[in-house]
């Protein structure tokens, strides 16, 4: 499953959960760009922005039981359900894999 989510990486939490993060900057910037002028930089938080609007739209059934905790480098999202933030994980890397299903929801995304 590593390889098929690259360039995300899961991590291990000690209480049994797992996380999902992606050190930002490269991978899929040029969508970023298409909303630069509106302040997105393509950062942890933007990345946030745009995962809460996958997961509200393409899977709701998640929205309680993964959480995001973006920093300006990274993005993450975490939950103590690992089955979720799996399928999470590769719902969400399938999504941005698909070009105009990602700028869909990206023209969405809200500025955090």
């Not at 996380?19 to 942890?44: A, P, W």
Request: glycine share 8%; charged share 30%.
């Amino acid at each position: 499953m590593e390889e098929t989510i690259k360039p995300f990486l899961f991590i291990e939490q000690d209480n049994g959960g797992m996380s999902v993060i992606l050190n930002v900057g490269t991978y899929k910037d040029e969508i970023f760009q298409t909303r630069e002028d509106e302040g997105f930089e393509g950062n942890g938080y933007d990345w946030g922005s745009l995962a809460v609007i996958f997961l509200e739209e393409r899977m709701p059934e998640l929205v309680d039981i993964v959480h995001f905790d973006p920093e300006a480098d990274m993005f993450c999202a975490y939950s103590d359900n690992r089955e979720a933030i799996q399928s999470f994980t590769i719902g969400f890397k399938d999504a941005c894999e698909d070009d105009v299903l990602i700028r869909d929801l990206f023209s969405r995304a809200e500025l955090d």
